[in-house]
């Protein structure tokens, strides 16, 4: 395991740990929904399934599919803040 592996997996459990992650995975939650990322990702989904057809696309497909402008999409802003939030959580815990 590289030393960029382990400090991310340390860095991983620690957010488990102390519960942030579950915060950090509901505040994306929200700042996705509030910006209209989660409908937007729903119309493209309706897209895939109208071209393709009903009975022609699969769980996977439309994860396939979906997955590269569903990140896309995300704003830099909603990134932006989670990555403050990843910092300051990491300066205050900063003995991993």
């Given at each position: 395991m590289s ?5 991310r997996?340390?860095?991983n459990?620690?957010?488990i ?12 939650r929200?700042?996705?929904v509030?910006c209209?990322?989660k ?5 493209h989904?309706k ?7 009903l009975?022609?696309?699969t769980?996977?497909d439309?994860v ?11 704003p830099?802003s909603?990134k932006k803040?989670?990555l403050?939030?990843?910092?300051a ?8």
């Amino acid at each position: 395991m590289s030393k960029d592996s382990q400090m991310r997996a340390a860095i991983n459990q620690k957010l488990i740990e102390m519960g942030e992650r579950e915060r950090l995975k509901e505040l994306l939650r929200a700042k996705l929904v509030e910006c209209g990322w989660k409908d937007q990702l729903k119309a493209h989904c309706k897209d895939v399934i109208r071209e393709k057809g009903l009975d022609h696309v699969t769980v996977e497909d439309l994860v396939n599919e979906i997955t590269p402008k569903g990140r896309a999409l995300v704003p830099d802003s909603v990134k932006k803040e989670l990555l403050q939030r990843i910092r300051a959580f990491l300066a205050q815990h900063a003995a991993l």
